[in-house]
């Protein structure tokens, strides 16, 4: 089971108004921009996220949080990651217990945490680049 609901509260409250200035710079974070689905107000959700092939993979460490349901709902979202403004779509969720879609380290830390639950999104081409260059950050 992934971390407690009770904690996700707890740094939704605190925390996570501290963690958003540090995570755009971390490797294996990232600050994720949504819509709300019923109140249409952005917001920015702090996440694990992980490169993977031609687009990334977010780590479900609390469970389907809300920001999960307004991503799918939406089609997509943006991130920053490492400094990198990244526009991401087609969302879909992806149980592996084998957590191969990350990194060997934090594979084996999510899996102290039982967390296989991710969501997997692509990155969308700048307009007037080749499919090569797409996800590429500059």
């Known amino acids: 089971m992934p971390l407690s609901r009770s ?7 605190g925390l996570n108004k501290v ?18 689905r019923k109140s249409g107000k952005a917001y920015t959700t702090p996440i ?3 490169r993977n092939g031609d687009g990334y993979a977010i780590a479900l460490t609390y469970g389907k949080g809300d920001w999960v349901h ?11 990651t490492r400094r990198h403004r990244v ?3 087609h969302p879909r969720l992806v149980h592996d217990e084998t957590r191969s879609y990350l990194p ?3 594979r ?9 639950d991710f969501v997997l999104l692509d990155t969308v081409a700048p307009a007037g680049s080749t499919d090569q260059e797409a996800g590429e950050p500059s």
């Open 87 to 89: 526009e991401l779509t």
């Open 104 to 106: 060997w380290v934090p």
């Open 19 to 36: 963690t958003r200035h540090l995570v755009p710079w971390l490797p294996g974070f990232g600050l994720l921009e949504h819509v709300g």
């Open 48 to 50: 694990n996220i992980f």
């Open 108 to 116: 084996k830390i999510t899996g102290l945490i039982h967390a296989n």
């Open 70 to 80: 307004n991503v799918l709902a939406a089609g997509g979202c943006a991130v920053t």
């Open 7 to 13: 904690i996700a509260r707890a740094n939704r409250a």
